[in-house]
């Protein structure tokens, strides 16, 4: 069985930082692009950044691109997302996601690509 567990949300004032973790199990995470998304209140989930499995590219959306970085740990079955400059705006339930690479179709901003989510967790930047 998959599992995706997020940690690391909270609350923060703006401009402040903070790290998100994700830790998979029952997947070959080697194999797995991995994914952040984020949902704010009254909004549909956006996507925010992605790891190839490979060859460690990375993607980013433009609102958090030079803010935000994505990096992973094969090792420890580990995805991150270092969050600075954080804004009010940022504000949202942060969720991980995987893919297994024979699934992948290089759509790394659709949700409908990823095979497995995570529960989420809250990131709150108050203003």
């Known amino acids: 069985q998959v599992q995706l567990v997020e940690s690391g949300g909270g609350l923060v004032q703006a401009g402040s930082s903070l790290r998100l973790s994700c830790v998979a199990s029952?997947?070959?995470?080697?194999?797995?692009?991995m994914g952040w998304f984020r949902q704010a209140p009254g909004k549909e989930r956006e996507f925010v950044a992605a790891i190839s499995w490979n060859d460690g590219h990375t993607y980013y959306a433009d609102s958090v691109k030079g803010r935000f970085s994505i990096s992973r740990d094969n090792a420890k079955n580990a995805v991150y997302l270092q969050m600075n400059s954080l804004k009010s705006s940022d504000t949202a339930v942060y969720y991980c996601?995987?893919?297994?690479?024979?699934?992948?179709?290089?759509?790394?901003?659709?949700?409908?690509?990823?095979?497995?989510w995570g529960q989420g967790t809250q990131v709150t930047v108050s203003s």
């Open positions: 029952g997947l070959t995470f080697s194999d797995c692009a």
């Open positions: 996601a995987a893919v297994l690479r024979e699934h992948y179709t290089g759509r790394i901003y659709d949700q409908e690509m990823y095979d497995s």
